[in-house]
């Protein structure tokens, strides 16, 4: 067969007649002129998977070039397109990446078309091979080489291979019914006598991907071709089978589940009518019964436990009651009614566990014991309230977890601090919303047991409020004789707190309530003299802190010498908080230093305590020495004790006249004009005129003077700055004095003995002025405090005045 070729073949392009026909024909014969195939095809790339000869198929078509390339075959009446597919889905269009082997279609119909889109119905023809692509305005041109489909005498083997995959059509065909319709529409079209066409057709209705179809195309071997189709068949079928086991499973399940919501409406509704509705209550009514099998109730609680767990089962679920009732059930079933954990009384214990957590505090730790002991004796320790009182830092909390570990008891603390609610202390009632027990009852749900240790931290920073004064609320708590049968507001039952050690802490006593302190034991911790600093951080502090930094014994140590510098230098206070955050800035210091290399140990010494800390916050108490008119005093604060520098100086005037600056208190005032009259009233005593105060204004100084004081026990030293004052004599030298004056010259005692003492030690005092009524405080003091002191103790004035004044 000859053609005439068209004058646009040279350009690569098809003209408007595309007469060059292929002149292969299959095997054994001729062929219709209208089923020739032309040589060059425009090719439409598919990108999901390859279509296969003798099937139909619809295709949507996009983009400009290829409509018109469509709409140039249409024109020229050869209607015949190539569909090759795309190596990578997602890459460009590109000669390069289509296939070699595509399938040759005749459109048989437009279903819709317009400039950018085509909706066509093709019948897909042959098989070819591209031999050459080329780009043709923006489009994609290809001369291909056909593969006809030549007819094979059918041979046992490719029958064998045909029933194969009929058979495992039928069973698709099972599965699926789709299957069922497509098998019709092929076989008004061909025969299942044709190996080839069956293979095609099978492989066009599997799901297999495009990569593995394209295979099969490419596969012109018939008898090898079905036998790639018949594994992508069996992979079809196991799917299908996995497919149906799976819906026939969820059926199952939602058969089942709604043939049991059925079953359980009815179950509801047949109880609801019987009056025995309990859906939806049933665990949780059979919780709390397990939890009630360990516990032992008193009457009261027990009948209110019966009575909430009959209302309980009559309430809907969805009734706002319930959620209210389920609460308090769960709160009086979770408490540890009758749970107690067991003492232990063994003294060398005790002391061995407050010796190993706390250094010094002797008064401290026996009255612990002897608390143990007498716990021995009983044979159980209730009804005690113990109160902590001192400076911050001195180790309140800590003496509490420790009682805890001697005894044997869990340990539980919360604060009081800020607490302005009454129902904080007993709770809300049960009719608010959100309501909930209160701190003690919630503390006794986390200790476990009804004997554990609540410490009751900041007892005396309690506030008041509109909302009820919770220092009220407390004394119930903390009454012995009325705590066996405390009635939270929430559970409104009682519940025995007798069984349990409440440990106060307090910074000072004067905010507490008279009546709530009467209710405890008050045990003062003082504070800690030099000594005892320096010990407590050689055992405690810097250990903890060497382990706290991730360094090991030995990388750092601090000189006595240098823990003595930074006591006196940055760390005053009573307690040692502040000490141990000096030893640790040391230790991030030196941790900074091991982080950049440094092998060789640190070794802190007195010289190297400015460059880890800085320039000191404190100096040396002053004490004045050889000066008229100034005399040293001993003062109390929160803090502990301190030294105070009493001074006053005249001035002539026309009228007498004095006045008091330091922002004194109302009593230390009170204190100065007692001081001022008595020292009026006994001038001729002192060999002074007695109108020398007509013609003088008297000015009393107390720095610091932005610090404020008060309190009665200056009394002694500012009469004793008047008098030298008006006499020009100094008093002796490195001497303290503290003591309420009356005005006929009585010492009264004071408080604070020790802290007092303390802080005449840090300032180098030697000898101290302490009433008479203080005398046994202290000699109660331990050996190491008095050592180097030389105490006084007066009855009246004219004592003070001798020591004061002598040589």
């Known amino acids: 067969m000859t053609a005439k070729k068209d004058t646009t073949e040279e350009s690569g392009k098809p003209g408007p007649v595309i007469e060059e026909k292929d002149e292969r024909a299959p095997e054994g014969g001729l062929v219709v002129a209208a089923d020739v195939l032309p040589k060059y095809l425009p090719i439409i790339p598919l990108k999901m998977r390859p279509t296969f000869p003798g099937i139909l198929i619809p295709l949507v078509v996009k983009g400009t070039e290829k409509i018109a390339a469509i709409k140039k075959v249409m024109e020229h009446g050869d209607r015949t397109i190539g569909l090759v597919l795309l190596k990578e889905m997602d890459g460009e269009e590109s000669p390069e990446n289509l296939h070699r082997v595509g399938v040759a279609a005749k459109i048989l119909q437009i279903m819709h078309a317009d400039e950018d889109s085509a909706h066509l119905m093709l019948n897909n023809v042959e098989r070819f091979i591209v031999d050459e692509i080329t780009r043709a305005d923006g489009g994609l041109l290809a001369r291909v080489t056909y593969h006809y489909s030549a007819e094979l005498s059918v041979n046992p083997e490719l029958q064998a291979y045909s029933m194969a995959v009929i ?8 599965l699926n019914p789709l299957f069922s319709e497509e098998t019709k529409l092929f076989l008004n079209r061909s025969s299942m006598d044709d190996p080839g066409r069956l293979a095609d057709f099978a492989a066009n209705l599997t799901s297999a991907e495009g990569q593995e179809l394209q295979k099969v195309l490419e596969t012109f071997d018939v008898r090898h071709r079905i036998d790639r189709v018949l594994v992508l068949l069996k992979k079809e079928l196991e799917v299908y089978r996995l497919q149906s086991r ?26 609801k009518e019987l009056g025995l509705e309990k859906e939806g209550k049933t665990t949780e009514i059979e919780k709390f019964t397990e939890r009630l099998q360990d ?3 008193n009457e009261e609680a027990k009948k209110a436990v019966e009575e ?25 079933t979770v408490l540890p009614w009758g749970k107690f954990s067991e003492d232990s009384y063994n003294l060398d214990r005790a002391r061995k566990v407050l010796d190993r957590d706390h250094y010094g505090l002797k008064d401290v730790k026996d009255r612990i014991l002897e608390f143990i002991a007498v716990g021995k004796m009983k044979g159980n320790i209730s009804g005690s309230i113990l109160c902590l009182v001192g400076p911050p830092g001195v180790g309140k909390t800590s003496v509490g977890k420790s009682i805890a570990d001697a005894l044997g008891r869990k340990f539980y603390r919360f604060s009081l601090g800020g607490i302005r609610d009454e129902a904080e202390i007993k709770g809300h009632r049960r009719t608010y919303i959100g309501a909930m027990p209160g701190k003690f009852i919630q503390a006794m749900k986390r200790a476990g047991t009804a004997n ?41 039952v009682p519940f025995d707190l007798s069984n349990v050690l409440f440990v106060a802490t307090a910074n000072q006593l004067d905010t507490i309530p008279p009546a709530l302190l009467d209710r405890m034991e008050v045990i003062r911790l003082a504070g800690y003299i030099l000594e005892e600093k320096l010990e ?170 932005a610090t404020p004081k008060d309190g009665p026990s200056a009394g002694i030293t500012m009469t004793t700055a008047l008098i030298s004052m008006i006499t020009g004599k100094p008093v002796r030298k490195k ?38 009524g203080n005398r046994k405080d202290f000699e109660e003091l331990p050996a190491y405090l008095k050592k180097g002191l030389k105490a006084h103790f ?14």
């Open 794 to 807: 007066v009855h009246d004035y004219d004592e003070v005045r001798a020591i004061a004044f002598s040589t």
């Open 246 to 271: 799976i819906t026939k499973q969820i059926e199952e399940k939602i058969s089942a589940r709604q043939r049991e919501f059925f079953l359980r409406e009815q179950l509801k509704m047949i109880k």
């Open 295 to 297: 516990l032992t109730l």
């Open 452 to 492: 554990p240790v609540l410490m009751l931290d900041e007892i005396d920073k309690i506030g008041a409020s509109f909302q009820g004064d919770p220092a009220s609320a407390l004394l119930e708590v903390l009454d012995p004789e009325q705590n066996a049968t405390f009635r939270d507001h929430y559970l409104d």
């Open 536 to 705: 407590i951080a050689r055992r405690y502090l810097v250990p903890k802190a060497l382990g706290n930094h991730g360094l090991s014994k030995g990388q750092v140590t601090i000189t006595k010498d240098a823990l003595k510098a930074i006591v006196d230098g940055y760390a005053r206070e009573a307690g040692v908080r502040n000490l141990e955050n000096r030893i640790k800035k040391i230790m991030r210091r030196s941790a900074m230093e091991f982080a950049k290399g440094r092998p060789e140990p640190i070794s802190v010494g007195v010289a190297d305590v400015k460059e880890y800390l800085g320039n000191p916050l404190f100096n040396p108490d002053e004490v004045f020495e050889d000066v008229a008119g100034v005399v040293t005093g001993l003062a109390w604060t929160s803090m502990g004790g301190a030294t105070l520098q009493i001074e006053a100086t005249s001035m002539p005037s026309k009228s007498k006249g004095f006045r008091q600056t330091g922002q004194l208190g109302s009593v230390m005032v009170e204190s100065s004009e007692i001081a001022y009259s008595y020292v009026m009233a006994h001038l001729e005593k002192y060999g002074v005129k007695p109108d020398y105060f007509d013609g003088s204004f008297v000015h009393l100084h107390v720095p610091a003077g």
């Open 735 to 772: 001497l303290a004095m503290t003591g309420e004056l009356t005005l006929t010259g009585r010492v009264l005692p004071i408080g604070g003995v020790k802290e007092k003492t303390i802080a005449a030690r840090r300032s180098g005092i030697k000898t101290i002025i302490f009433p008479e």
């Open 308 to 332: 909430e767990m009959e209302k309980l089962q009559l309430i809907e679920p969805s009734s706002p009651e319930y959620n209210v009732s389920r609460n308090y059930l769960d709160w009086l």
């Open 167 to 174: 058979s495992t059509l039928k069973e698709l065909i099972q």
